[in-house]
């Protein structure tokens, strides 16, 4: 297994792949067009303040992982004093799932940021994800909020960093 971050020349696979696999997670998501973030992938990942890895197997990508700047579009955080990224796009194809290769590519990424001044991690994520809230809890998170809506259930998580001496 190799984990790496993304090239110019992976952008075409890493949107192959993620495309598929948010297609899975999010069907009707997906019927409502390309996100921004991976609609200008190399200007938010490669050139930006973003960082995005992916992990291969066999020379074929099985999970990757990305971090965007924190955009503030959710009134009830205060993310405002601190710089946060907002971890995104954490997929991995069931056949490597349970191996411990999520918590991998999240470590990876944590050094990235870390190296990168970030003083707090911001994800959300949603019940009905089998396994994803305790998932970001093992990783260090905690819950700061659950929306109240009865479908999404959106539940926002932070993992801020301890100052370093």
Same mark, same amino acid.
């Given at each position: 297994? /190799?984990?790496?971050?993304?090239?110019?020349?992976?952008?075409?696979?890493?949107?192959?792949? &993620?495309?598929?696999?948010? %297609?899975?997670?999010?069907? =009707?998501? $997906? #019927?409502?067009?390309?996100?921004?973030?991976?609609?200008?992938?190399? $200007?938010?990942?490669? @050139?930006?303040?973003?960082?995005?890895? /992916?992990?291969?197997? %066999?020379?074929?990508?099985?999970?990757?992982?990305?971090?965007?700047?924190?955009?503030?579009?959710?009134?009830?955080?205060?993310?405002?004093?601190? =710089?946060?990224?907002?971890?995104?796009?954490?997929?991995?194809?069931?056949?490597?799932?349970?191996?411990?290769? %999520?918590?991998?590519?999240?470590?990876?990424?944590?050094?990235? #940021?870390? @190296?990168?001044?970030?003083? #707090?991690?911001?994800?959300?994520?949603?019940?009905?994800?089998?396994?994803?809230?305790?998932?970001?809890?093992? @990783?260090?998170? $905690?819950? /700061?909020?659950?929306?109240?809506?009865? /479908?999404?259930?959106?539940?926002?998580?932070?993992?801020?960093? #301890?100052? &370093?001496?």
């Amino acid at each position: 297994m /190799i984990i790496q971050a993304v090239t110019r020349d992976d952008i075409p696979e890493v949107l192959a792949f &993620t495309l598929q696999a948010r %297609a899975e997670l999010f069907p =009707k998501l $997906s #019927a409502s067009g390309l996100p921004d973030d991976l609609a200008h992938f190399e $200007s938010t990942y490669l @050139q930006g303040d973003g960082q995005f890895l /992916i992990a291969r197997h %066999a020379g074929e990508i099985v999970a990757a992982i990305g971090y965007l700047p924190y955009d503030q579009r959710f009134p009830q955080l205060d993310f405002h004093a601190i =710089k946060t990224v907002e971890v995104v796009r954490l997929f991995v194809l069931p056949a490597f799932r349970r191996g411990g290769l %999520a918590g991998q590519l999240y470590r990876a990424l944590t050094v990235l #940021a870390r @190296q990168n001044g970030v003083e #707090a991690l911001y994800l959300h994520t949603h019940p009905f994800l089998p396994g994803a809230i305790d998932f970001w809890v093992r @990783q260090g998170f $905690s819950v /700061i909020d659950i929306e109240a809506d009865p /479908i999404w259930q959106t539940t926002h998580m932070e993992n801020r960093f #301890a100052p &370093t001496s």
